[in-house]
């Protein structure tokens, strides 16, 4: 079979500090010798490059590694008793040149009433295109004839009572291969080939044989009001499987109730695998009045499959029965409401018959409510209870998931205090992600590598944003993605997202206005709130708690949370302006290897003031402080206290050309922390005077020259070759 062809990706390339390399090896283990690949750093012996696929547990030597370089690595594990003890190995599968092609045609037609329709199509699938063996399975064929007729048994002007017979045929080569899907979704379900209900089996038949599919119906309808079918089809494939299958469908809608039922029995024999009965059938009722609407839903399927030989109940075998009700209110009432209550049980087989094994239960509402004015506001709130009725019949957990939706869009005094809000909450897997560094082709990557131990090899805690005119070690630039790992953990959720402007009238500036009224009017503010959290575990007053707990809280395991709040005055005023700013953000991710964390937390003044029709100028003060925190990478863990000056000038007497001065005074402190259990002391402040001035020129149709000239003066009195040295020199080409 293809799909057992494969080769060793193993590959004699030479050292490169860009991505991993592996040195080759023998190994003694219980006396046989192996070959194995170790990671390695050495430009001697680091020269073969591999890929690893996954084969599954036990079937391959190697397993995920927790390392800083610039790359997923593995690790050899030694067999034990001669059975492989990891899930990887340095192979791939071989993907051989494949040919297809296919040809459709059709015809219909009618007569006397009848409608009639054919369709055929030939195909050629050659899945190893240089190969001469094995070439009687490449061609294949496939037809369908449907044959139907509309009779009016009693015509009326809105209610004609319909008969509507229709047949078909359907033959299908064991060696057809069509390029996309041309039967149903639900065919493989219907006819008991694919169980997707019972957690002890999934794929249950793959007969090969030509397929007969032999199909009758007939529908009994009264304009649009009623309408009622039978139907009576067979599934012939070869002599590995046959199946007959009975249809019931009814539809009504009259006055203010409507409804739907469809159920189906299928018969299946398959010699080699056993025998089945399928029943399914679903319903739907719903009720409709002037102050609201009640629905009603159903659904049972019960799927019992036994041995020919013994009459014993397959493991495969299931069934599950689910109802709804629903009470809401109507689509055109300005408040919109709606209670549902959910239950299913579900039954596996046990003592040779079929048994309660789980029962879930979800509860559900919603309101919202919108009116002209533009505000609304909205909730939805779901509650599911999974209980194990018999834990020898599944391995299922109990699980209890909440789900909460909360958003809101408000306005009030006259539109100069405005809101929207929006909070999730609820419950989910969470994959544990791994961190790697591409080159970026077009030299728009978003970071640098800084080689800071100067060894030639790329490692993750080397490489930086890119800031400045910072290009680093290689002149290249880099992009960060994410690469998922096999590993899932059931974690709670919580997202909020809050905005809020706020301003006094504007007519309160205008003269004659009171003094207090005139500054209160230049005053206006804005705050956004932003995040979003994974939890391991969390009471139900911390899901709905807006505010995150501690970075190096153990039951957190991802953060993106960001606060900004600016307060005003004069804003858009042509001659002053101030303005104070708030900004906090804290992130945490969960990583191969540990979680890493990084907070910013800082105060800004600013000061714009326009003395004269060409000259301008704008001051700022800050106070910052940063932290940083990696389980894996410690290099990169520091805490740091920022304070920052600033002034520029600028002198404009035309729309071509500007000139301007500036200048930035930082000052950054090593604040103590504790890393690893051990406490790192605090150290030297660095030290930055940067004035400097510039100049552009505009050109109308010609484009602009812009020219700058920069002094930084450092002061540091523990310069390094590290990630805390990169910081503490403004990003800059400190070395």
């Known amino acids: 079979s293809l799909g057992f062809a494969a080769s060793s990706t193993a590959d004699s390339v030479g050292f490169s500090a860009q991505e991993p390399r592996y040195k080759k090896l023998d190994s003694l283990v219980d006396g046989i010798l192996y070959s194995i690949f170790m990671i390695s750093t050495d430009p001697n012996e680091a020269y073969w490059r591999l890929r690893f696929s996954f084969v599954g547990q036990g079937k391959g030597d190697y397993v995920p590694a927790a390392s800083s370089s610039n790359g997923r690595t593995y690790s050899w594990v030694a067999p034990v008793n001669g ?115 019972s957690p002890n089996g999934s794929l249950q038949r793959s007969p090969r044989g030509i ?18 079918g039978y139907g009576l089809e067979a599934y012939l494939k070869g002599e590995e499987y046959s199946a007959w299958r009975q249809k019931l469908s009814a539809h009504f809608n009259h006055a203010r109730w409507k409804g739907k039922w469809l159920a189906s029995y299928a018969r299946v024999a398959a010699p080699a695998s056993g025998r089945a009965e399928f029943f399914r059938q679903s319903l739907e ?31 495969a075998s299931y069934g599950f029965h689910e109802y709804s009700v629903r009470i809401g209110s109507a689509d055109t009432t300005r408040w919109q409401w709606g209670i549902e209550q959910q239950a299913r049980l579900d039954r596996l087989p046990g003592n040779n018959q079929l048994q309660s094994a789980a029962m879930a239960y979800t509860s559900s509402i919603s309101v919202s409510q919108s009116s002209r004015s533009g505000n609304r506001l909205g909730l939805v709130m779901s509650y599911r209870q999974l209980d194990v009725l018999a834990s020898q019949l599944s391995s299922l957990q109990p699980v209890q998931n909440l789900l909460l939706r909360v958003e809101g869009k408000q306005q009030a ?134 505010i995150s707990p501690g970075l190096t809280d153990t039951v957190l395991l991802s953060l993106n949370q960001q606060w ?11 001659v002053f302006g101030l303005e104070y700013a708030y900004l906090d953000q804290r992130n945490k991710s969960w990583i191969a290897g540990g979680s890493q964390n990084r907070s910013d937390e800082g105060h800004r003044i600013r000061f714009r003031l326009s003395p004269g029709k060409y000259f301008s100028m704008e001051s700022q003060v800050g106070l ?107 990003y800059r080409d400190w070395e």
């Open 564 to 574: 900004r709040s600016s307060v005003y005055f004069n804003r858009f005023g042509g």
């Open 624 to 730: 910052t402080r940063k932290s940083n925190r990696a389980e894996l990478l410690r290099s990169r863990e520091f805490e740091l206290r920022q304070t920052e000056a600033g002034a520029e000038a600028y002198w404009q007497q035309s729309t071509r050309w500007r000139i301007g001065v500036h200048y930035r005074y930082v000052v950054k402190e090593r604040l103590p922390f504790v890393s690893g259990g051990q406490v790192i002391l605090a150290g030297p402040p660095s030290v930055l005077h940067h004035p400097g001035i510039s100049s552009k020129y505009n050109a109308v149709k010609n484009g602009s020259i812009e020219l700058r000239f920069d002094r930084l003066s450092f002061a540091y009195e523990q310069p390094g070759s590290d990630p805390l040295s990169f910081e503490m020199h403004e």
């Open 83 to 197: 059975q492989p003890q990891g899930s990887y190995s340095p192979t791939e599968n071989l993907v051989p040149p494949r040919w297809q092609h296919m040809l459709v045609f059709g015809v219909s037609g009618q007569h006397k009433g009848w409608k009639w329709s054919g369709e055929g199509a030939l195909s050629q699938l050659d899945n190893n295109r240089f190969s001469t063996l094995q070439k009687g399975d490449d061609h294949g064929y496939s037809y369908a004839l449907e044959l139907e007729r509309r009779t009016a048994l009693r015509r009326r002007e809105k209610d004609t009572l319909w008969l509507k017979p229709r047949l078909k045929m359907e033959q299908v080569s064991a060696h057809f291969a069509p390029f996309v899907r041309f039967r149903a979704v639900e065919f493989s379900r219907d006819w008991n080939l694919v169980n997707r209900n």
């Open 413 to 546: 005094w006259a539109g100069n205090l405005q809101a929207n809000a929006f909070m999730e909450t609820g419950s989910g897997l969470e994959n544990r992600r791994e961190e790697l560094f591409l080159p970026s082709l077009n030299g728009l990557g978003e970071y640098v590598w800084v080689d800071y131990n100067s060894d030639g090899l790329q490692s993750r805690d080397e490489f930086e944003l890119r800031q400045g005119t910072i290009t680093g070690t290689d002149g290249q630039t880099y992009m960060r993605v994410w690469l998922p790992t096999s590993e899932y953990v059931q974690a709670w959720y919580h997202r909020t997202t809050a905005q809020m402007n706020a301003r006094f009238p504007q007519k309160w500036v205008d003269k004659g206005q009171a003094k207090w009224k005139q500054w209160l009017g230049r005053c206006s503010a804005q705050a956004v709130y932003k995040t979003d959290r994974k939890m391991l575990d969390a009471q139900f007053w911390e899901l709905l708690n807006p």
């Open 285 to 315: 009722l719903e009720w409709n009045s002037s102050w609201g609407r009640i629905r009603l839903k159903g659904q049972d399927e019960i799927n019992p499959q036994r041995s020919w030989i013994t009459d014993s109940l397959d493991r």
């Open 211 to 228: 397929d007969y599919l032999p199909q009758a119906e007939i529908t009994l309808q009264k304009g649009q009001i009623w309408e009622l």
